[in-house]
T-cell receptor, first 108, second 115 residues
C-alpha cells in the first residue's frame, strides 16, 4: 500500500544542504505529509509534518508543492549524524503508510 | 519523559516455536501501534489500538499473530507458531491520540530471528 515514491539512496557532502524529494500523486485533501528518519538499529523518529504550507522547525524544512503531489525535505546543513533512512509518509488520519525510504549518506 | 519501552531487544527461536514481545508506551498515550520491519523495507503496520480497543488489524496474520492491550496501557504481541519469514524487527509506537496530526514515538524495537 505504498503511497509515496522516493529515491532509494542519495549522497551529500557534510555541511551542505540536502534536498530529499518525495512524490505522492494520490494524496487526498485531508492527508498530512510526514517525514520520519531511522538511524541504524533504532526506531524511526519524527522530523517534520505539514498539510499545505511550507513548514520549518529546528531539524529541517518541508516544502510542499502547490498541487500537493510532491514535497521536499530540506536539511540545511548535513552533518554525519544525519546519515539515516528518511521516510516520506502520508497520514490518512487512520494509519501511516511507510514506503522504502531514501538512504542518505553524508560524506565527510 | 520516558520513551516507549520494548523487550526483549533480541530473540532467536526455531521455526514453529512461539515468542512474545512486550511494549510499554509513553504515559498518557492513548494510541499504540505494532509495526513489522523486514530488513531493507519500511515498517508495516500490524495492529493499532485506541486505549484497549483494536482500531485496525487488517494486516495482522491472525492465524499466527495475536496482540492485546488489556488495561489500555502496555501491550503484548505474540507469534505462534513462528515461520522463517517472521524474522524482522517488531516496532512499537505510541501517540497521544488517533488523529495523528502530531507525532508517533517509536521504541527501539525487538529483533526476531527465526531459524
Amino acid at each position: 500500500d505504498a503511497k509515496t515514491t522516493q529515491p532509494n539512496s542519495m549522497e551529500s557532502n557534510e555541511e551542505e544542504p540536502v534536498h530529499l524529494p518525495c512524490n505522492h500523486s494520490t494524496i487526498s485533501g485531508t492527508d498530512y505529509i510526514h517525514w520520519y528518519r531511522q538511524l541504524p538499529s533504532q526506531g524511526p523518529e519524527y522530523v517534520i509534518h505539514g498539510l499545505t504550507s511550507n513548514v520549518n522547525n529546528r531539524m529541517a524544512s518541508l516544502a510542499i508543492a502547490e498541487d500537493r503531489k510532491s514535497s521536499t525535505l530540506i536539511l540545511h546543513r548535513a552533518t554525519l549524524r544525519d546519515a539515516a533512512v528518511y521516510y516520506c509518509i502520508l497520514n490518512t488520519g487512520n494509519q501511516f503508510y511507510f514506503g522504502t525510504g531514501t538512504s542518505l549518506t553524508v560524506i565527510p | 519523559e520516558a520513551g516507549v519501552a520494548q523487550s526483549p531487544r533480541y530473540k532467536i527461536i526455531e521455526k514453529r516455536q512461539s515468542v512474545a514481545f512486550w511494549c510499554n508506551p509513553i504515559s498518557g498515550h492513548a494510541t499504540l501501534y505494532w509495526y513489522q520491519q523486514i530488513l531493507g523495507q519500511g515498517p508495516k503496520l500490524l495492529i493499532q489500538f485506541q486505549n484497549n480497543g483494536v482500531v485496525d488489524d487488517s494486516q495482522l496474520p491472525k492465524d499466527r499473530f495475536s496482540a492485546e492491550r488489556l488495561k489500555g496501557v502496555d501491550s503484548t504481541l505474540k507469534i505462534q507458531p513462528a515461520k522463517l519469514e517472521d524474522s524482522a524487527v517488531y516496532l512499537c509506537a505510541s501517540s497521544l491520540d488517533r488523529l495523528l496530526t502530531g507525532e508517533l514515538f517509536f521504541g527501539e524495537g525487538s529483533r526476531l530471528t527465526v531459524l
